[in-house]
């Protein structure tokens, strides 16, 4: 992968990382506050966010977790490196 | 279950090896207030909790912090993966060198193995959730020390983040502490571990 195209694979990653903080952050008040439904919403908006960008960056680059059941694509991806606490993206 | 997903919460980086910094991180790794400990407090908790948002909040934040075990984890290697073997042994990680590589592992920084003596799961949702408000702060305190310790401007902004997930947390637990005793007010809501013929 060339340098363009790594930076644009990582900023997608960070996007992703970006709205899966919101969805977690919302999810703990939700298990404390199960009856705001403002949150409810920002929380459905976070999580539909997240699931696009998560599926066009392993429609891109290959699975982004084990065992989740999104495709495998065509060669087997998931063992390529760098692994996270490498790139520490 | 539990599924991995291949990218840190939030991006680590560190500006230089620092193998002395390493060695006082480890601390939030398998210390007595580390992350390793927070996680498996949590999860081990979440089983006797009495209702289904405390039981929800345990697994979820339990979860958050394997994810900060994995950034911590990675803030350890980043700091030593580039020294020499005689550079860890002059910053005091010879010990953890000579039995363990570069290996991250769950030590506290003064070579004590992790003991789940660290942590307490009693059953009580009074008390485990008490000590899980304690924890929060421990934690809180233990960052504060490790931002005091470091001017590296990338390893105090992932500090920075790990110290204040710790207050968020605190806050959580607060809201399910008081949930849980207006949840046992309800004389129809038995104490665990009371059987209906007990409590008669």
Redesign the interface.
Known sequence: MNGTHLKEKYEL??E??KW??RV??L???L????DDSRALEDYNEAAKRLHSLQRTYEERYG??????GASGGHTWT?IEEP???EI?? | MWIYVKHLQRPVRVSRCDVGLAKLILTQFGGPDGEFSASWRYITQAFTMPTGRTKALLIDIGTEELAHLEMVGTLFHMLIRDATPQQLRSAGLGEQYAVHGFANFLNSPGGEPWTSSYIQATGDPVADLTEDMAAEQKARAAYERLLCSTSDPDVREVLSFLREREVVHFQRFGEALQHVQSYLDNPRHLWPGFTPEQKD
């Not at chain 1, 298990?31 to 199960?34: K, S």
């Open positions: 990653l960070h992703i990382q899966r903080f977690l952050e999810a703990l008040f298990d404390t506050h199960p699975p982004l977790m084990n065992f989740s998931w692994w996270p606490w520490g993206t």
